[in-house]
């Protein structure tokens, strides 16, 4: 029981670290003269691109190969981040289009039209013990499948600013940090399998760091710009409650799929997790590229900065919970 306390323990040192990287965002925010010094942003990018070549060389190939034939897994998952999100957001359509609510149900509607993180929902499903392979192979491809569905779909209630639109950045970004880091390893594993599983604690410990900073570099730059300030009472809280009702529902509605599949634990944590996350990056790019009016841009940014923080605050309570469960069943 000794080892259930010290999980324990380890639980709440995480949250606290995170709770203690908001508040620093708000009292010592990170400015661009700073990167004279250290470059966050840079290091975070190549922390999250160290993640992904520590998983390929965790990886087997016959493993990814076999996993790709989980079909049912795969299509559920992206089915929850393109189908059930906008779909449970459409439902309130009718409400909101007649009246001076309909940009803030735009904006949720936004968020729910989103590809899912990449890196946290990984990371997440790593700690909380569920299936990596199939974690990887779905962020990876719902960030592909993103650059056509966002706009797509946000185009059903505004013009997308076509003249504007520049996914090869995007695309870029998904290959650099994430599809070639994830082949190196690959090739790499062989050769250094055995001494990532050596070191396999402190690698867990490395992937939690740069969930911390991108939690610290999320809040510093909302805010500097002001993000939060912009906006009416009523508004934020229409818009906080919205988002984690969403994220309740969708979680619990991939959670019974899922049973009712009769996926395996770990399957089922990785549906859950990858299906219900969102995009902070893509919401960022998209915010620019969709040709959304300046003075709303704002309001677009906020359902996604708030989901992001709390399903980045409650997936990590989560999936130490889990470990924590799952540890104490070993003992």
């Not at 049912?72 to 449970?88: M, R, Y």
């Not at 209630?157 to 504007?164: A, L, R, V, Y």
């Not at 594993?189 to 690698?203: A, D, E, H």
């Not at 940014?301 to 997936?315: E, K, T």
Request: with cysteine.
């Amino acid at each position: 029981m000794k080892l259930g306390k010290i999980t324990l323990d380890k639980q709440n040192i995480f949250l606290l670290l995170l709770i203690i990287m908001v508040a620093a965002g708000k009292l010592i925010p990170f400015k661009d003269e700073y990167n004279l010094y250290f470059n966050l942003s840079g290091f975070i990018d190549w922390g999250i691109a160290a993640i992904f070549l520590l998983y390929g060389l965790k990886l087997n190939i016959k493993e990814i190969v076999k996993d790709i034939s989980n079909w049912k897994l795969h299509l559920l998952i992206q089915c929850g981040t393109f189908i059930i999100f906008p779909l449970l957001v459409f439902l309130f359509y009718g409400f909101a289009k007649d009246n001076d609510y309909y940009i803030t149900w735009l904006s949720i509607f936004f968020l729910a039209c989103l590809p899912s993180t990449v890196s946290s929902s990984v990371v997440m499903v790593s700690i909380a013990k569920g299936n990596v392979t199939s974690a990887i192979f779905n962020a990876s491809i719902s960030g592909i499948i993103g650059i056509a569905m966002t706009p797509l779909l946000m185009s059903l209630f505004i013009q997308p600013g076509q003249e504007n639109m520049d996914n090869s950045e995007i695309i870029q970004q998904l290959l650099l940090k994430v599809l070639l880091p994830i082949i190196l390893g690959l090739l790499l594993n062989p050769l250094l399998k055995n001494w990532v599983t050596r070191y396999s604690k402190i690698i867990a410990e490395f992937d939690k760091m740069i969930i911390l900073l991108i939690v610290y570099e999320s809040f510093s730059e909302a805010f500097t710009q002001n993000v939060f300030a912009s906006v009416a009472p009523t508004v934020f809280i229409i818009i906080a409650a919205s988002v984690v009702i969403l994220f309740f529902s969708v979680y619990e509605i991939l959670k019974l799929i899922s049973k009712k599949l009769h996926f395996n634990r770990e399957d089922v944590i990785t549906t859950t997790f990858c299906g219900s996350k969102k995009s902070l990056v893509h919401g960022s790019l998209f915010v620019m590229v969709l040709g959304i009016a300046e003075d709303q841009k704002v309001l677009f940014l906020l359902p996604v900065m708030i989901y992001h923080s709390f399903q980045l605050f409650y997936v990590s309570w989560l999936a130490n919970r889990i470990e924590k469960r799952s540890q104490l069943k070993e003992i």
